[in-house]
Nanobody, 115 residues
C-alpha cells in the first residue's frame, strides 16, 4: 500500500507560480513512477508530468517549459513547480504512484488561476 498526500494548491494570478507537493508513505520501494494529473471541470483527467524511479521525466506538451517535476528522496516527496500559469491550468491536481501491481491516488489539490 502507498499513501499519497498532495499540498500546495491555491489561487494565483495569470503568470504566477505555485509549487505542489506529493508526500508518499507506505511501500515506497514498490513505486516505479510518480505522475501528476489534473482534471478541470467537465473535462477528462489529463497526464501532466511523470518522474520515474530512475529520474527520467516527461511532460505534456501543454506544460513543457513551464512546469518542472522533481523529487526529494530523503523526504519521499515529489514536487511540481509550476510557473507562467494560465487560466487553462485551473484544475484539481492529483498525484499518482505507479507500481507493478496497481496505481495509487492522492486526494487532489485545487489550483485556480485568475485572469
Amino acid at each position: 500500500q502507498v499513501q499519497l498526500v498532495e499540498s500546495g494548491g491555491g489561487l494565483v494570478q495569470t503568470g504566477g507560480s505555485l509549487r505542489l507537493s506529493c508526500a508518499a508513505s507506505g511501500s515506497i520501494f514498490s513505486i516505479n513512477a510518480i505522475r501528476w494529473y489534473r482534471q478541470a471541470p467537465g473535462k477528462q483527467r489529463e497526464l501532466v508530468a511523470t518522474i520515474t524511479s530512475g529520474g527520467t521525466t516527461g511532460y505534456a506538451d501543454s506544460v513543457k517549459g513551464r512546469f518542472t517535476i522533481s523529487r526529494d528522496n530523503a523526504k519521499n516527496t515529489v514536487y511540481l513547480q509550476m510557473s507562467g500559469l494560465k487560466p487553462e491550468d485551473t484544475a484539481v491536481y492529483y498525484c499518482n504512484a505507479l507500481t507493478i501491481e496497481t496505481g495509487y491516488w492522492g486526494q487532489g489539490t485545487q489550483v485556480t488561476v485568475s485572469s
